[in-house]
């Protein structure tokens, strides 16, 4: 049975053009997203953007006038954060279509039963870049640095356990460094 490679491909390439074109409408829809929330008592509403930024604060009443700094303070903290939470909703609900791609990937490709992960799949092709080795070696650097620092973590706590330690001795011998009232001579 011969596979069809060719067929295959433009398959593969074809989901991903509709993924890209789907993720890039996404992006313009996020853009362009705001979300808003208003206080309990109508005092105020505030707008952010998709990034939680504020865009708009409308005070709809003078009560803030008369509110104590603090008072005031937690009141906008309040609006903002359900306004940033209703954009987190927002967000969420945009990527949850792009949560198993891969899968979408493999099925369309006839590669069910592949590596899951996404840069395991795309290895091979990687590895035709010219600068996958470079890649390779950076990555392999990174994990050098971070057992090497996982081991001076580990050099620090027993460096630290041997100074309790000796701060237990010494406060165990308090008697050995109790004055006996005469002077001794040091030559040095």
């Known amino acids: 049975m011969a596979i069809d490679f060719d067929g295959i491909?433009?398959?593969?390439?074809?989901?991903?053009?509709?993924?890209?074109?789907?993720?890039l409408a996404a992006k313009r829809e996020l853009d362009a997203?705001?979300?808003?929330?208003?206080?309990?008592?109508?005092?105020?509403?505030?707008?952010?953007?998709?990034?939680?930024?504020?865009?708009?604060?409308?005070?709809?009443?003078?009560?803030?006038?008369?509110?104590?700094?603090?008072?005031l303070a937690a009141a906008l903290v309040t609006v903002l954060n359900e306004a940033r939470a209703a954009m987190g909703s927002q967000v969420i609900e945009h990527i949850k279509g792009f949560q198993d791609f891969g899968g979408h990937l493999r099925s369309v490709t006839g590669l069910a039963g592949t590596p899951v992960e996404m840069d395991e799949l795309l290895k091979p092709l990687r590895s035709m870049a010219p600068s996958f080795d470079l890649e390779e070696t950076l990555g392999e650097l990174k994990a050098a640095k971070q057992e090497e620092f996982a081991a001076e973590e580990d050099t620090k706590t027993v460096s630290a356990s041997e100074q309790h330690a000796k701060q237990e001795e010494f406060a165990a011998e308090p008697e050995s460094r109790v004055p006996t009232g005469r002077q001794e001579e040091f030559s040095g």
């Open 9 to 23: 491909l433009k398959d593969a390439m074809a989901a991903l053009h509709d993924q890209r074109d789907k993720m």
């Open 33 to 71: 997203a705001t979300a808003s929330a208003t206080s309990k008592d109508h005092m105020v509403s505030v707008t952010v953007g998709p990034q939680g930024q504020v865009v708009s604060m409308t005070f709809h009443t003078r009560a803030y006038q008369s509110m104590a700094p603090a008072e």
